[in-house]
């Protein structure tokens, strides 16, 4: 009995010992271990109770219910076991922190990416209508921080009438819808309207959720073409179109990226 009560006290240790070490290098407190073992390498944590962070102190998140985190993080997995471990460690991705309410300057957010920190933050609570898709969006800013001189904004914006401008932030435009507009004219989402950066996680998203509106814009067909090039150049084993989606209509998609 008491062999495995100290090898239990021992486990405890190790994972307190685990969880410690990875405060040091992303600089979250409150932090529990929930899965460290995955094919791609993504190491999966959660709020054990709410934390605040950030330079000023911005950002907030909560702790959620062992029943909501064990619901969300079988999607989320899903969806991140998209990204091999080559192609993660090309973007800078490495932990996943899972907690609800997140917020940044008392903004509500679905995630807060660092690629700095190797981290990113997504809310488990948010819409449940976008969640998946907004998984993606967030990968994409990592992908897009860590690679900003392939996804030049300048080049992008090019693609847009020359009417058009972006907002100089996404927080400083009220262009925030994610309903998937079925006439696009260039722009996939009323939100895909604020920034370069947003509008290029938008199209990302929605073609890794198979999203792609049947329609002939040729600006999108430009921007999905642009997105393929580059992911291209960073890592030449990713495929955008390899998307396990039953929403996907494979011949739409194929005659947009050819």
């Avoid at 899965?35 to 959620?64: H, M, W």
């Avoid at 696009?184 to 939100?191: A, D, H, L, M, V």
Wanted: aromatic fraction near 12%.
């Amino acid at each position: 009995m008491r062999l495995i009560k100290s090898f239990f006290i021992l486990i405890l240790l190790c994972f307190s010992t685990q969880a410690n070490t990875i405060y040091e290098l992303i600089k979250i407190p409150n932090l529990e271990i929930y899965n460290l073992k995955n094919e791609n390498k993504l190491r999966y944590l959660y709020a054990k109770q709410p934390f605040t962070i950030g330079v000023d102190n911005n950002i907030n998140c909560f702790n959620s219910s062992k029943e909501d985190l064990d619901e969300k993080y079988t999607v989320i997995k899903k969806n991140l076991d998209r990204y091999s471990k080559e192609f993660l460690k090309k973007i800078n991705l490495k932990y996943i922190v899972l907690c609800e309410d997140l917020s940044i300057s008392g903004i509500n957010t679905a995630g807060i990416p660092d690629n700095v920190m190797k981290t990113l933050i997504i809310d488990i609570k948010f819409n449940q209508k976008y969640f998946e898709r907004v998984i993606h969006h967030e990968v994409f800013h990592i992908i897009n921080d860590s690679h900003k001189d392939l996804f030049n904004y300048g080049d992008w914006s090019k693609f847009n009438n020359n009417d058009f401008n972006y907002a100089e932030c996404s927080t400083c435009t009220e262009k925030l819808g994610l309903d998937t507009y079925s006439k696009t004219n260039g722009f996939i989402t009323e939100y895909s309207q604020s920034t370069a950066s947003e509008d290029m996680a938008e199209v990302f998203s929605h073609i890794m959720m198979g999203l792609i509106p049947n329609n002939d814009d040729q600006i999108l067909k430009n921007k999905i073409k642009f997105l393929k090039s580059k992911l291209q150049e960073l890592d030449k084993n990713f495929k955008l179109w390899l998307i396990r989606s039953s929403h996907l209509d494979l011949k739409r998609l194929f005659l947009y990226l050819s």
